[in-house]
């Protein structure tokens, strides 16, 4: 497959992410913590849009999943074009750390520091929302059902949609490093991420939207079941962009016999 001058090639995109990698663990705690709550919240507004085209419609099949979807990345492009910290892409990192660019100390504080600022964020946007009162009435009512079956899901369930939803998260960070301009960019953040959508995946920072807020219209959502989703799905996200994407292409492009680094 041949590229033009409008697109990275692939082994192009494994060196930009290593980079990337090392610039994000280098950031001051401060703007680490300040960008990552922007993410949180900017992933909460996508999940509020998603509400909004899920409200009165059949919650089972129908075009109308594709469009929620569709606004659901509203959140994934304000966190790549505005520039924010997004634990679930942050997995990626993990190619900078294989290759000895980052300590695995670097790597799990990014990873601590994200995370909690993505809660901040997008729990202070559920917060928000319910004090502004657009979580009254028939929005309210379907992310309160959105909210119960997040939390009344298997562990196993959990994992494993966690790990496939980050799967398509990472590989729409990764096709954005192979986009030069900014539309490219969004255009390669809708498929992945309306697929994940689509597909009833999980997304961990996008539950700290949901579960919080679906707390406040009325789920039956206690501490322990919020926990035990946000637990489970981390890791499944952890295992999903971490291995199934970082890991696999660390392997492709810079493992034995791939022309980089043994």
């Known amino acids: 497959m041949s590229f033009g001058h409008d697109a990275y090639k692939p082994s192009e995109i494994a060196a930009l992410i290593e980079a990337a990698g090392v610039a994000k663990a280098a950031l001051p705690l401060r703007q680490m913590l300040v960008l990552a709550m922007l993410a949180g ?9 998603w509400a909004m085209v899920m409200t009165g419609a059949d919650p089972g099949y129908g075009p109308h ?6 606004v659901f990345s509203l959140g994934l492009i304000l966190v790549i074009v505005g520039g924010a910290e997004l634990f679930t892409g942050n997995a990626l990192m993990v190619m900078a750390a294989v290759d000895g660019r980052i300590t695995p100390a670097a790597l799990f ?4 520091v994200v ?19 657009w979580a009254d009435g028939p929005v309210g009512d379907t992310i309160a059902r959105t909210a119960a079956a997040k939390a009344a899901g298997a562990p196993l369930a959990l994992f494993v949609k966690g790990a496939l939803c980050n799967a398509l998260v990472c590989l729409a960070v990764w096709l954005t490093f192979s986009a030069r301009d900014t539309t490219g960019k969004i255009l390669a953040i809708l498929w992945p991420i309306s697929a994940f959508v689509l597909l009833g995946l999980e997304h961990s920072v996008a539950n700290m939207f949901f579960l919080p ?7 039956e959502v206690t501490l322990t079941s919020a926990a035990r989703n946000l637990f489970w ?10 291995g199934g994407v970082a890991l696999a292409y660390r392997f492709a492009f810079h493992g034995p016999g791939a022309g980089g680094k043994p």
């Open 41 to 49: 919240a900017f992933i909460g507004f996508g999940a509020a849009a």
């Open 65 to 70: 999943r594709l469009l929620g979807g569709l």
């Open 109 to 112: 504080r990014n990873w601590a």
């Open 115 to 133: 995370y909690v600022g993505n809660f901040l964020g997008a729990a202070g946007l559920a917060f928000a929302f319910w004090l502004s009162g």
């Open 213 to 219: 807020l679906g707390t406040l219209t009325g789920a």
């Open 233 to 242: 799905v981390t890791f499944g996200n952890i295992a999903g962009g971490a």
